[in-house]
Protein backbone atom coordinates (compact mmCIF):
# COMPACT_ATOMS: atom_id res chain seq x y z
CA UNK A 1 0.00 0.00 0.00
CA UNK A 2 0.84 3.26 -0.35
CA UNK A 3 0.25 6.85 1.82
CA UNK A 4 0.44 10.32 0.87
CA UNK A 5 0.93 12.91 3.09
CA UNK A 6 -0.35 16.45 2.44
CA UNK A 7 0.25 19.68 4.95
CA UNK A 8 0.53 23.53 4.49
CA UNK A 9 1.61 26.29 7.13
CA UNK A 10 1.34 29.74 7.00
CA UNK A 11 3.26 31.80 9.89
CA UNK A 12 3.63 35.47 9.02
CA UNK A 13 4.19 37.85 11.92
CA UNK A 14 4.40 42.16 12.03
CA UNK A 15 6.13 43.80 14.48
CA UNK A 16 6.28 47.48 14.78
CA UNK A 17 8.46 50.04 17.31
CA UNK A 18 8.03 53.70 17.53
CA UNK A 19 10.64 55.33 20.29
CA UNK A 20 9.68 58.23 22.45
CA UNK A 21 12.73 60.35 23.02
CA UNK A 22 10.95 63.44 22.10
CA UNK A 23 8.58 62.72 25.13
CA UNK A 24 11.27 61.09 27.23
CA UNK A 25 14.49 59.45 26.98
CA UNK A 26 14.78 55.30 26.59
CA UNK A 27 10.73 55.77 26.05
CA UNK A 28 9.58 53.48 23.61
CA UNK A 29 6.37 51.64 22.42
CA UNK A 30 6.21 48.49 20.13
CA UNK A 31 3.51 46.11 19.01
CA UNK A 32 3.13 42.39 17.40
CA UNK A 33 0.88 40.49 15.54
CA UNK A 34 1.11 36.97 14.25
CA UNK A 35 -1.03 33.91 13.29
CA UNK A 36 -0.53 30.31 12.73
CA UNK A 37 -2.47 28.30 10.25
CA UNK A 38 -2.01 24.61 9.35
CA UNK A 39 -3.71 21.93 7.36
CA UNK A 40 -2.95 18.83 6.76
CA UNK A 41 -4.20 15.72 5.02
CA UNK A 42 -3.49 12.10 3.60
CA UNK A 43 -5.22 9.38 1.42
CA UNK A 44 -3.65 6.03 1.82
CA UNK A 45 -4.66 2.83 0.26
CA UNK A 46 -3.51 -1.18 0.99
CA UNK A 47 -3.85 -4.65 -0.77
CA UNK A 48 -4.54 -7.24 1.75
CA UNK A 49 -3.07 -10.38 1.33
CA UNK A 50 -4.42 -13.87 2.31
CA UNK A 51 -2.68 -15.08 5.41
CA UNK A 52 -1.99 -19.22 6.19
CA UNK A 53 -1.31 -21.41 9.07
CA UNK A 54 1.17 -24.51 8.75
CA UNK A 55 -0.87 -27.17 10.25
CA UNK A 56 1.55 -29.51 9.84
CA UNK A 57 3.45 -32.09 6.68
CA UNK A 58 1.74 -34.25 4.34
CA UNK A 59 3.11 -37.60 2.91
CA UNK A 60 5.75 -35.83 0.99
CA UNK A 61 7.02 -33.99 3.94
CA UNK A 62 4.98 -30.57 2.19
CA UNK A 63 3.52 -28.33 4.79
CA UNK A 64 0.35 -28.19 4.66
CA UNK A 65 -1.32 -24.74 5.27
CA UNK A 66 -4.87 -23.78 6.68
CA UNK A 67 -6.03 -20.41 5.35
CA UNK A 68 -6.50 -17.84 8.16
CA UNK A 69 -7.36 -15.01 6.22
CA UNK A 70 -8.81 -15.14 2.27
CA UNK A 71 -8.42 -11.53 1.47
CA UNK A 72 -6.75 -11.24 -2.14
CA UNK A 73 -7.87 -8.44 -3.84
CA UNK A 74 -8.85 -6.96 -1.42
CA UNK A 75 -8.31 -3.11 -1.29
CA UNK A 76 -8.53 -0.48 1.86
CA UNK A 77 -8.93 3.16 1.48
CA UNK A 78 -8.53 5.74 4.35
CA UNK A 79 -8.15 9.73 4.13
CA UNK A 80 -7.45 12.05 7.13
CA UNK A 81 -7.74 15.87 7.41
CA UNK A 82 -7.14 18.43 9.79
CA UNK A 83 -6.90 22.36 10.92
CA UNK A 84 -5.73 24.95 13.67
CA UNK A 85 -5.36 28.31 13.58
CA UNK A 86 -3.00 30.41 16.19
CA UNK A 87 -3.50 33.88 16.46
CA UNK A 88 -1.51 35.92 19.30
CA UNK A 89 -0.56 39.70 19.50
CA UNK A 90 0.81 42.25 21.90
CA UNK A 91 1.19 45.56 22.43
CA UNK A 92 4.33 46.96 25.26
CA UNK A 93 5.63 50.18 26.60
CA UNK A 94 8.89 49.98 27.56
CA UNK A 95 11.39 52.44 29.32
CA UNK A 96 15.42 51.85 29.98
CA UNK A 97 17.69 54.87 30.72
CA UNK A 98 20.98 55.45 32.91
CA UNK A 99 21.37 58.41 35.09
CA UNK A 100 25.34 58.28 36.51
CA UNK A 101 25.41 55.61 38.18
CA UNK A 102 21.62 54.66 38.53
CA UNK A 103 20.05 52.11 35.86
CA UNK A 104 16.22 52.82 35.68
CA UNK A 105 14.45 49.75 33.39
CA UNK A 106 10.11 49.48 32.85
CA UNK A 107 8.10 47.16 31.01
CA UNK A 108 3.89 46.96 30.74
CA UNK A 109 2.72 44.37 28.29
CA UNK A 110 -0.28 43.44 27.09
CA UNK A 111 -1.44 40.55 25.53
CA UNK A 112 -3.66 38.05 24.56
CA UNK A 113 -3.71 34.66 22.28
CA UNK A 114 -6.57 32.52 20.63
CA UNK A 115 -6.25 28.94 19.39
CA UNK A 116 -8.89 27.21 17.22
CA UNK A 117 -8.95 23.27 16.73
CA UNK A 118 -10.29 22.93 13.27
CA UNK A 119 -10.59 18.72 14.49
CA UNK A 120 -13.05 19.04 17.33
CA UNK A 121 -15.22 16.37 17.99
CA UNK A 122 -17.39 17.99 20.32
CA UNK A 123 -18.47 21.30 21.27
CA UNK A 124 -16.32 21.33 24.52
CA UNK A 125 -13.17 21.20 22.32
CA UNK A 126 -15.00 23.32 20.05
CA UNK A 127 -15.07 26.67 21.65
CA UNK A 128 -11.84 28.71 21.12
CA UNK A 129 -8.99 28.28 23.55
CA UNK A 130 -7.95 32.10 24.77
CA UNK A 131 -5.73 33.80 27.03
CA UNK A 132 -5.33 37.62 28.04
CA UNK A 133 -2.55 39.15 30.30
CA UNK A 134 -0.84 42.19 31.40
CA UNK A 135 3.03 41.97 32.87
CA UNK A 136 4.53 44.48 34.08
CA UNK A 137 8.34 44.84 35.13
CA UNK A 138 10.61 47.22 37.36
CA UNK A 139 14.37 47.28 37.54
CA UNK A 140 17.19 49.37 38.75
CA UNK A 141 20.42 48.69 39.11
CA UNK A 142 23.26 51.36 41.28
CA UNK A 143 26.85 51.52 40.25
CA UNK A 144 27.10 48.17 38.06
CA UNK A 145 26.83 46.25 41.83
CA UNK A 146 23.48 46.31 43.32
CA UNK A 147 20.53 44.95 41.19
CA UNK A 148 16.53 45.12 42.10
CA UNK A 149 13.43 43.77 39.84
CA UNK A 150 9.90 43.68 40.83
CA UNK A 151 7.63 41.63 38.08
CA UNK A 152 4.09 40.77 37.88
CA UNK A 153 1.76 38.82 35.63
CA UNK A 154 -2.37 39.44 35.47
CA UNK A 155 -3.52 36.67 33.64
CA UNK A 156 -6.80 35.51 32.76
CA UNK A 157 -8.24 32.18 30.80
CA UNK A 158 -11.38 30.96 28.95
CA UNK A 159 -11.31 28.13 31.25
CA UNK A 160 -12.46 29.23 34.59
CA UNK A 161 -15.59 31.12 35.86
CA UNK A 162 -15.81 34.46 35.07
CA UNK A 163 -15.51 35.38 39.11
CA UNK A 164 -12.09 33.32 38.83
CA UNK A 165 -10.87 33.64 35.45
CA UNK A 166 -7.88 35.68 36.26
CA UNK A 167 -5.10 35.53 38.89
CA UNK A 168 -2.26 37.81 39.79
CA UNK A 169 0.69 36.91 40.27
CA UNK A 170 4.01 38.82 41.71
CA UNK A 171 7.85 38.17 41.82
CA UNK A 172 10.99 40.10 43.21
CA UNK A 173 14.65 39.37 42.68
CA UNK A 174 17.84 40.69 43.96
CA UNK A 175 21.03 40.83 42.44
CA UNK A 176 25.06 41.63 43.75
CA UNK A 177 28.11 41.46 42.05
CA UNK A 178 30.61 41.26 44.49
CA UNK A 179 33.64 41.12 42.48
CA UNK A 180 32.84 44.99 41.47
CA UNK A 181 33.76 45.99 45.40
CA UNK A 182 36.70 47.21 46.27
CA UNK A 183 37.66 44.84 48.80
CA UNK A 184 37.35 42.35 46.00
CA UNK A 185 40.19 43.54 43.72
CA UNK A 186 42.76 41.41 45.14
CA UNK A 187 41.01 38.39 44.46
CA UNK A 188 39.89 39.86 40.37
CA UNK A 189 43.26 37.86 39.02
CA UNK A 190 41.27 34.52 40.01
CA UNK A 191 38.00 34.99 40.02
CA UNK A 192 37.17 37.90 37.49
CA UNK A 193 33.12 37.79 38.06
CA UNK A 194 31.05 37.07 41.24
CA UNK A 195 27.37 37.44 41.35
CA UNK A 196 25.07 36.17 44.31
CA UNK A 197 21.29 36.74 43.16
CA UNK A 198 17.97 35.69 45.04
CA UNK A 199 14.33 35.62 43.42
CA UNK A 200 10.84 34.49 44.83
CA UNK A 201 8.01 34.61 42.62
CA UNK A 202 4.56 32.99 41.79
CA UNK A 203 3.58 31.48 38.42
CA UNK A 204 0.08 30.38 37.46
CA UNK A 205 -1.06 27.20 35.00
CA UNK A 206 -4.29 27.20 34.25
CA UNK A 207 -3.91 24.73 30.64
CA UNK A 208 -5.87 21.70 32.15
CA UNK A 209 -6.76 18.76 30.02
CA UNK A 210 -10.41 19.30 30.71
CA UNK A 211 -12.17 22.29 30.23
CA UNK A 212 -14.98 24.38 31.95
CA UNK A 213 -14.36 22.31 35.01
CA UNK A 214 -17.15 25.00 36.64
CA UNK A 215 -19.76 23.60 34.76
CA UNK A 216 -21.40 20.09 35.12
CA UNK A 217 -21.52 18.18 32.30
CA UNK A 218 -24.03 15.38 31.57
CA UNK A 219 -23.61 11.82 29.64
CA UNK A 220 -26.27 9.76 28.53
CA UNK A 221 -25.95 6.41 30.77
CA UNK A 222 -25.01 3.06 28.90
CA UNK A 223 -26.66 1.28 32.00
CA UNK A 224 -29.90 -0.51 31.72
CA UNK A 225 -32.88 2.11 30.84
CA UNK A 226 -36.29 1.75 31.99
CA UNK A 227 -39.33 0.46 29.65
CA UNK A 228 -42.79 2.19 30.35
CA UNK A 229 -46.00 -0.12 30.23
CA UNK A 230 -46.06 -3.78 30.27
CA UNK A 231 -42.25 -4.75 29.34
CA UNK A 232 -42.35 -6.68 25.97
CA UNK A 233 -39.13 -7.42 24.21
CA UNK A 234 -40.26 -4.84 21.54
CA UNK A 235 -40.76 -2.35 24.09
CA UNK A 236 -38.49 0.70 23.85
CA UNK A 237 -35.77 1.33 26.12
CA UNK A 238 -35.31 4.78 27.26
CA UNK A 239 -31.61 5.50 29.31
CA UNK A 240 -31.34 8.49 31.60
CA UNK A 241 -28.87 11.19 31.87
CA UNK A 242 -25.87 11.12 34.53
CA UNK A 243 -23.04 14.06 36.18
CA UNK A 244 -19.93 12.96 34.07
CA UNK A 245 -18.80 16.40 35.24
CA UNK A 246 -19.30 17.08 38.71
CA UNK A 247 -18.85 21.59 38.15
CA UNK A 248 -16.40 22.80 41.30
CA UNK A 249 -15.16 26.19 40.24
CA UNK A 250 -11.80 25.61 40.08
CA UNK A 251 -8.92 28.45 40.07
CA UNK A 252 -5.29 28.86 38.81
CA UNK A 253 -2.76 26.29 40.12
CA UNK A 254 -0.10 28.19 41.59
CA UNK A 255 4.16 27.53 41.50
CA UNK A 256 5.70 29.45 44.62
CA UNK A 257 9.07 29.45 43.74
CA UNK A 258 12.87 30.39 45.62
CA UNK A 259 16.05 30.30 43.62
CA UNK A 260 19.15 31.35 45.08
CA UNK A 261 22.16 31.30 42.71
CA UNK A 262 25.97 32.20 42.26
CA UNK A 263 27.98 33.07 38.93
CA UNK A 264 31.83 32.82 39.11
CA UNK A 265 34.21 33.21 35.96
CA UNK A 266 37.62 31.99 36.60
CA UNK A 267 40.96 32.19 34.37
CA UNK A 268 39.90 35.35 32.75
CA UNK A 269 36.41 34.65 32.18
CA UNK A 270 37.24 31.33 30.00
CA UNK A 271 35.75 29.25 32.90
CA UNK A 272 32.23 29.95 34.01
CA UNK A 273 30.29 28.54 36.40
CA UNK A 274 26.84 29.21 37.32
CA UNK A 275 25.22 27.44 40.85
CA UNK A 276 21.52 27.83 41.34
CA UNK A 277 19.67 26.18 44.17
CA UNK A 278 15.82 25.92 44.38
CA UNK A 279 12.61 25.00 46.04
CA UNK A 280 9.16 25.28 44.67
CA UNK A 281 5.56 24.27 46.36
CA UNK A 282 2.98 23.62 43.91
CA UNK A 283 -0.48 24.46 45.48
CA UNK A 284 -4.05 23.96 43.86
CA UNK A 285 -2.85 21.20 42.16
CA UNK A 286 -6.17 19.71 40.19
CA UNK A 287 -7.29 16.24 41.60
CA UNK A 288 -9.97 14.17 42.13
CA UNK A 289 -11.46 14.77 45.37
CA UNK A 290 -11.66 10.64 46.73
CA UNK A 291 -12.24 11.64 50.45
CA UNK A 292 -16.30 12.44 49.60
CA UNK A 293 -18.27 8.99 50.88
CA UNK A 294 -19.40 6.80 47.96
CA UNK A 295 -22.76 7.18 50.42
CA UNK A 296 -22.80 10.38 49.32
CA UNK A 297 -24.14 10.02 45.82
CA UNK A 298 -21.70 11.18 43.72
CA UNK A 299 -21.15 7.73 42.34
CA UNK A 300 -18.51 6.90 40.19
CA UNK A 301 -17.81 10.64 39.50
CA UNK A 302 -15.56 12.49 41.77
CA UNK A 303 -15.55 16.04 41.86
CA UNK A 304 -11.79 17.60 40.69
CA UNK A 305 -10.23 20.61 43.13
CA UNK A 306 -7.84 22.87 43.58
CA UNK A 307 -6.34 20.10 46.31
CA UNK A 308 -2.57 18.86 45.13
CA UNK A 309 0.42 19.94 46.60
CA UNK A 310 3.81 19.03 45.47
CA UNK A 311 7.39 19.90 46.69
CA UNK A 312 10.10 20.22 44.58
CA UNK A 313 14.09 20.87 45.83
CA UNK A 314 17.46 20.69 43.79
CA UNK A 315 19.94 22.37 42.12
CA UNK A 316 20.86 23.22 38.80
CA UNK A 317 24.47 23.65 37.63
CA UNK A 318 26.45 24.83 34.58
CA UNK A 319 30.17 25.00 33.79
CA UNK A 320 31.21 26.32 30.55
CA UNK A 321 34.76 26.45 29.16
CA UNK A 322 35.68 28.68 26.20
CA UNK A 323 39.15 29.10 24.75
CA UNK A 324 40.68 30.42 21.68
CA UNK A 325 44.31 29.04 21.38
CA UNK A 326 46.83 30.18 19.04
CA UNK A 327 47.06 28.44 15.03
CA UNK A 328 43.59 28.05 14.90
CA UNK A 329 43.06 26.00 17.35
CA UNK A 330 39.81 26.40 19.81
CA UNK A 331 37.98 24.34 22.69
CA UNK A 332 34.08 24.96 23.78
CA UNK A 333 32.84 22.84 26.68
CA UNK A 334 29.43 22.93 28.52
CA UNK A 335 28.74 20.57 31.51
CA UNK A 336 24.59 20.96 32.75
CA UNK A 337 23.77 19.35 35.58
CA UNK A 338 20.10 18.87 37.39
CA UNK A 339 19.03 17.50 40.21
CA UNK A 340 15.33 17.69 41.41
CA UNK A 341 13.42 15.68 44.52
CA UNK A 342 9.79 15.79 44.84
CA UNK A 343 7.58 15.36 47.09
CA UNK A 344 3.42 14.47 47.18
CA UNK A 345 1.79 16.58 50.33
CA UNK A 346 -1.54 16.77 49.32
CA UNK A 347 -3.34 14.07 47.06
CA UNK A 348 -6.87 14.41 47.52
CA UNK A 349 -7.13 10.47 48.60
CA UNK A 350 -8.96 8.94 51.50
CA UNK A 351 -6.91 7.86 54.14
CA UNK A 352 -5.84 4.28 53.60
CA UNK A 353 -6.13 1.15 55.61
CA UNK A 354 -2.40 0.61 56.08
CA UNK A 355 0.62 2.92 56.12
CA UNK A 356 2.53 1.49 53.48
CA UNK A 357 -0.02 2.38 50.84
CA UNK A 358 0.09 5.96 51.69
CA UNK A 359 0.85 8.46 48.86
CA UNK A 360 1.51 11.25 50.88
CA UNK A 361 5.13 12.22 51.42
CA UNK A 362 6.50 9.68 48.88
CA UNK A 363 7.25 10.73 44.94
CA UNK A 364 5.19 11.83 42.51
CA UNK A 365 5.50 9.40 40.16
CA UNK A 366 5.90 6.75 43.54
CA UNK A 367 4.51 2.97 41.79
CA UNK A 368 2.38 0.94 42.91
CA UNK A 369 4.30 -2.68 43.47
CA UNK A 370 4.07 -6.18 45.71
CA UNK A 371 7.09 -6.77 47.56
CA UNK A 372 9.51 -9.33 45.94
CA UNK A 373 11.52 -11.25 48.84
CA UNK A 374 13.82 -13.60 46.07
CA UNK A 375 12.39 -16.83 44.78
CA UNK A 376 10.68 -19.95 46.56
CA UNK A 377 13.57 -22.77 47.21
CA UNK A 378 11.39 -25.56 48.20
CA UNK A 379 7.91 -26.90 49.34
CA UNK A 380 9.10 -26.73 52.80
CA UNK A 381 9.70 -22.91 52.21
CA UNK A 382 5.79 -22.53 50.41
CA UNK A 383 4.47 -24.43 53.42
CA UNK A 384 5.46 -22.22 56.04
CA UNK A 385 5.07 -18.50 53.76
CA UNK A 386 1.51 -16.83 53.41
CA UNK A 387 -0.71 -18.34 50.87
CA UNK A 388 0.51 -17.14 47.13
CA UNK A 389 -1.94 -19.61 45.00
CA UNK A 390 -3.26 -22.95 44.70
CA UNK A 391 -0.16 -23.72 41.68
CA UNK A 392 2.65 -22.08 43.55
CA UNK A 393 5.85 -24.10 43.20
CA UNK A 394 9.38 -23.88 43.86
CA UNK A 395 10.82 -21.47 41.94
CA UNK A 396 8.14 -18.79 42.13
CA UNK A 397 8.45 -15.47 43.29
CA UNK A 398 7.88 -15.17 47.10
CA UNK A 399 6.26 -12.16 48.02
CA UNK A 400 6.16 -10.37 51.46
CA UNK A 401 3.08 -10.53 53.57
CA UNK A 402 2.77 -6.94 54.91
CA UNK A 403 -0.48 -7.58 56.62
CA UNK A 404 1.01 -10.80 58.18
CA UNK A 405 -2.55 -12.11 57.42
CA UNK A 406 -1.00 -15.21 56.04
CA UNK A 407 -2.77 -14.58 52.54
CA UNK A 408 -1.04 -12.73 49.64
CA UNK A 409 -3.28 -10.30 47.98
CA UNK A 410 -4.27 -6.57 47.32
CA UNK A 411 -2.96 -5.37 51.22
CA UNK A 412 -0.16 -6.56 50.31
CA UNK A 413 0.72 -3.82 47.51
CA UNK A 414 2.94 -1.25 48.72
CA UNK A 415 3.71 2.66 47.15
CA UNK A 416 7.25 2.12 46.48
CA UNK A 417 9.47 5.56 46.23
CA UNK A 418 11.22 5.06 43.43
CA UNK A 419 9.57 6.60 39.75
CA UNK A 420 10.04 6.21 35.93
CA UNK A 421 11.23 10.30 36.66
CA UNK A 422 14.81 10.91 36.96
CA UNK A 423 15.51 12.74 39.55
CA UNK A 424 18.77 13.37 38.22
CA UNK A 425 19.86 14.68 34.56
CA UNK A 426 23.09 15.64 32.93
CA UNK A 427 24.66 16.61 29.57
CA UNK A 428 28.23 17.80 28.54
CA UNK A 429 28.77 19.26 24.97
CA UNK A 430 32.24 19.14 23.76
CA UNK A 431 33.47 21.00 20.45
CA UNK A 432 36.96 21.48 19.31
CA UNK A 433 38.94 23.09 16.53
CA UNK A 434 42.51 22.37 15.28
CA UNK A 435 43.14 24.29 11.81
CA UNK A 436 40.64 23.20 9.30
CA UNK A 437 39.34 20.11 11.50
CA UNK A 438 36.47 20.53 13.95
CA UNK A 439 34.99 18.10 15.81
CA UNK A 440 31.75 17.96 18.11
CA UNK A 441 30.00 16.00 20.71
CA UNK A 442 26.58 15.76 22.86
CA UNK A 443 26.50 13.60 25.81
CA UNK A 444 23.40 13.21 28.06
CA UNK A 445 22.28 10.69 30.84
CA UNK A 446 20.09 10.54 33.43
CA UNK A 447 20.36 8.58 37.18
CA UNK A 448 17.87 7.84 40.20
CA UNK A 449 15.60 5.98 37.95
CA UNK A 450 13.72 3.30 38.20
CA UNK A 451 11.57 1.17 35.62
CA UNK A 452 9.11 -1.80 35.66
CA UNK A 453 9.04 -4.52 33.08
CA UNK A 454 5.53 -4.95 32.07
CA UNK A 455 4.12 -8.23 31.45
CA UNK A 456 2.38 -9.35 27.90
CA UNK A 457 3.03 -10.19 24.27
CA UNK A 458 7.28 -10.84 24.11
CA UNK A 459 7.48 -9.71 27.87
CA UNK A 460 5.84 -12.88 29.73
CA UNK A 461 6.95 -16.00 28.32
CA UNK A 462 3.72 -17.76 26.93
CA UNK A 463 1.06 -14.94 27.43
CA UNK A 464 -1.18 -16.40 25.01
CA UNK A 465 -0.41 -20.00 25.57
CA UNK A 466 1.95 -22.92 25.24
CA UNK A 467 2.53 -21.41 21.82
CA UNK A 468 3.36 -18.13 21.94
CA UNK A 469 6.39 -16.51 21.54
CA UNK A 470 8.58 -14.72 23.90
CA UNK A 471 12.16 -12.81 24.13
CA UNK A 472 14.79 -15.60 23.99
CA UNK A 473 17.52 -13.86 24.95
CA UNK A 474 15.53 -13.15 27.94
CA UNK A 475 14.00 -16.25 28.84
CA UNK A 476 17.15 -18.05 28.63
CA UNK A 477 18.03 -16.09 31.82
CA UNK A 478 15.63 -18.41 34.51
CA UNK A 479 15.05 -20.70 36.78
CA UNK A 480 15.04 -24.36 36.66
CA UNK A 481 15.18 -27.45 38.44
CA UNK A 482 18.61 -28.16 37.24
CA UNK A 483 19.74 -24.75 37.58
CA UNK A 484 17.95 -23.23 40.70
CA UNK A 485 19.64 -19.69 40.20
CA UNK A 486 17.56 -17.42 42.84
CA UNK A 487 19.12 -14.37 40.97
CA UNK A 488 18.02 -15.42 37.83
CA UNK A 489 15.80 -12.51 35.46
CA UNK A 490 12.80 -14.95 34.86
CA UNK A 491 11.66 -17.09 37.71
CA UNK A 492 9.70 -20.64 36.90
CA UNK A 493 7.91 -20.66 33.40
CA UNK A 494 4.45 -21.29 33.30
CA UNK A 495 1.82 -20.97 30.78
CA UNK A 496 -1.15 -19.78 30.98
CA UNK A 497 -3.02 -22.73 31.89
CA UNK A 498 -0.71 -22.75 35.12
CA UNK A 499 -1.64 -19.34 36.59
CA UNK A 500 0.33 -18.21 39.56
CA UNK A 501 1.30 -14.78 40.94
CA UNK A 502 5.13 -14.58 38.93
CA UNK A 503 3.74 -11.50 36.78
CA UNK A 504 2.39 -9.35 39.18
CA UNK A 505 4.09 -5.98 39.01
CA UNK A 506 6.43 -6.13 41.62
CA UNK A 507 10.15 -5.22 43.41
CA UNK A 508 11.25 -8.07 40.96
CA UNK A 509 10.40 -6.41 37.59
CA UNK A 510 11.64 -3.45 38.88
CA UNK A 511 15.20 -2.24 37.70
CA UNK A 512 17.59 0.62 37.26
CA UNK A 513 17.04 2.33 34.09
CA UNK A 514 19.66 5.11 34.52
CA UNK A 515 22.14 5.58 31.31
CA UNK A 516 24.81 7.33 29.84
CA UNK A 517 24.05 8.10 25.74
CA UNK A 518 26.48 9.75 22.82
CA UNK A 519 23.38 11.24 21.50
CA UNK A 520 25.18 13.51 18.81
CA UNK A 521 28.69 13.87 17.44
CA UNK A 522 29.71 15.29 14.42
CA UNK A 523 33.65 15.79 12.29
CA UNK A 524 34.00 18.48 9.68
CA UNK A 525 36.67 19.63 7.38
CA UNK A 526 36.34 23.04 5.90
CA UNK A 527 38.48 23.38 2.93
CA UNK A 528 41.09 26.17 1.92
CA UNK A 529 39.47 29.58 0.50
CA UNK A 530 42.25 29.86 -1.59
CA UNK A 531 41.07 26.41 -3.26
CA UNK A 532 37.03 26.48 -3.00
CA UNK A 533 37.55 30.24 -4.68
CA UNK A 534 39.09 29.02 -8.26
CA UNK A 535 35.40 26.88 -8.23
CA UNK A 536 33.11 29.90 -7.64
CA UNK A 537 32.74 29.27 -4.12
CA UNK A 538 32.96 31.16 -1.11
CA UNK A 539 33.46 28.37 1.46
CA UNK A 540 33.12 24.62 1.62
CA UNK A 541 32.90 22.48 4.29
CA UNK A 542 32.73 18.65 4.71
CA UNK A 543 31.24 16.74 7.35
CA UNK A 544 29.73 13.29 8.43
CA UNK A 545 27.25 12.94 11.44
CA UNK A 546 25.34 10.68 13.35
CA UNK A 547 22.66 10.94 16.41
CA UNK A 548 22.53 8.19 19.11
CA UNK A 549 25.20 6.38 18.62
CA UNK A 550 26.04 4.92 21.75
CA UNK A 551 23.97 4.24 24.63
CA UNK A 552 25.42 2.65 28.47
CA UNK A 553 22.43 1.31 30.80
CA UNK A 554 21.75 -1.51 33.23
CA UNK A 555 18.23 -1.31 31.14
CA UNK A 556 18.53 -3.51 28.58
CA UNK A 557 15.56 -4.20 27.30
CA UNK A 558 13.90 -0.97 25.68
CA UNK A 559 14.92 2.20 25.25
CA UNK A 560 15.31 3.56 28.78
CA UNK A 561 13.83 7.03 27.64
CA UNK A 562 10.51 5.60 26.39
CA UNK A 563 10.01 4.96 30.13
CA UNK A 564 7.13 2.59 31.39
CA UNK A 565 4.55 5.19 31.90
CA UNK A 566 6.17 6.60 34.40
CA UNK A 567 3.28 6.70 36.89
CA UNK A 568 2.27 4.78 39.11
CA UNK A 569 -0.38 3.30 36.89
CA UNK A 570 -0.84 -0.60 36.90
CA UNK A 571 -0.87 -0.58 33.08
CA UNK A 572 3.06 -0.95 32.71
CA UNK A 573 4.10 -0.52 28.83
CA UNK A 574 6.47 -3.05 27.35
CA UNK A 575 8.43 -0.29 25.16
CA UNK A 576 5.90 -0.34 22.52
CA UNK A 577 6.42 3.12 21.36
CA UNK A 578 8.74 4.22 18.82
CA UNK A 579 12.19 4.29 19.76
CA UNK A 580 15.13 6.89 19.00
CA UNK A 581 16.55 5.84 15.61
CA UNK A 582 20.61 5.60 15.16
CA UNK A 583 20.98 8.11 12.09
CA UNK A 584 24.16 8.68 10.29
CA UNK A 585 24.52 11.88 7.54
CA UNK A 586 27.15 12.68 5.03
CA UNK A 587 26.77 15.83 3.62
CA UNK A 588 28.27 19.55 2.58
CA UNK A 589 27.84 23.04 3.19
CA UNK A 590 28.76 25.52 0.35
CA UNK A 591 28.25 28.93 0.52
CA UNK A 592 28.79 31.48 -2.97
Excluded at 195 to 220: C, D, E, H, I
Excluded at 306 to 322: A, H, Q, R
Excluded at 347 to 369: C, F, H, I, N, S
Excluded at 429 to 452: C, H, M, P, R
Amino acid sequence: GQKNDYSASIRPNLKLKQELDFLTKGLSVSGLFSFDVFTDASQSTNLTDPSYYATGRDANGELVFQTTKDAAGTFGFAATRSSTRRMYSEASLNYSRSFGKHEVGGLLLFNQSEFIDGNAASFTSSVPFRNRGLTGRATYGYDNRYFIEGNFGYTGSENFSPAKRFGFFPSAGLGYIVSNEKFFEGLRSVVPYFKLRYSYGLTGNGGFSTRFLYLTQLAKTTATGYQFGIPTSLSPVYSGYAESQIATDPSWETSYRHNLGAELNFFKNDLKLIVELFREKRKGILRADQTIPFISGFGTVNPTRNIGIVLNKGVDVTMTYNKNLSNRRWINITGTFTYNNNINLEDGLPPQRYPWQTWKGMEVDAKTLYIAEGLFKDDAEIAASAFHSLNTKPGDIKYRDLNQDGLIDAADVARINVSGTPKLMYGLNLSFGYKNFDLGAFIQGTGEVYLSYGMGDGTRPFNSGAISSGLMSMVADRWTESNPNPDAFYPRLSTNQDPNLNYLNSTWWLKPSGFIRLKSAEIGYTLNAGFVKKYGMKNLRVFMNGTNLLTFSKWKFWDPELNDTGTSSTNYTRGESYPNIKAYNLGARVSF
